[in-house]
Nanobody, 124 residues
Framework: QVQLVESGGGLVQAGGSLRLSCAASGRTFSIYAMGWFRQAPGKEREFVAYINWNTGYTYCADSVKGRFTISSDNAKNTVYLQMNSLKPEDTAVYYC?????????????????WGQGTQVTISS
């Protein structure tokens, strides 16, 4: 089993920055990829970014490309989401997820372990 704990959410003004962290514990050797998703009130949970745990390959959704960066520190079993130039529409609960299989890492179904989520609120 893998456990995930997110941190780093908060309230910032538009144009500001935040860095989210997700610490993995347990059977971390079984992780293939880590991803970030977000869910705004009344909306579906959507993909934000993922990183291949072994190769370091990263991919971000078009809506955040150029503003958000996903990275990892494998020695600490931690993945980060650096969020810059934040907009009010980035307001959501952000979830970290881990995948133990090959798959389409931009989709929720590729992930089998989820964190509890951390609230990010951007004021205009």
């Amino acid at each position: 089993q893998v456990q995930l704990v997110e941190s780093g959410g908060g309230l910032v003004q538009a144009g500001g920055s935040l860095r989210l962290s997700c610490a993995a514990s347990g059977r971390t050797f079984s992780i293939y990829a880590m991803g970030w998703f977000r869910q705004a009130p009344g909306k579906e949970r959507e993909f934000v970014a993922y990183i291949n745990w072994n190769t370091g390959y990263t991919y971000c959704a078009d809506s955040v490309k150029g503003r958000f960066t996903i990275s990892s520190d494998n020695a600490k079993n931690t993945v980060y989401l650096q969020m810059n130039s934040l907009k009010p529409e980035d307001t959501a609960v952000y979830y970290c997820a881990a995948s133990k299989q090959y798959g389409y890492y931009t989709t929720r179904s590729a992930y089998d372990t989820w964190g509890q989520g951390t609230q990010v609120t951007i004021s205009s």
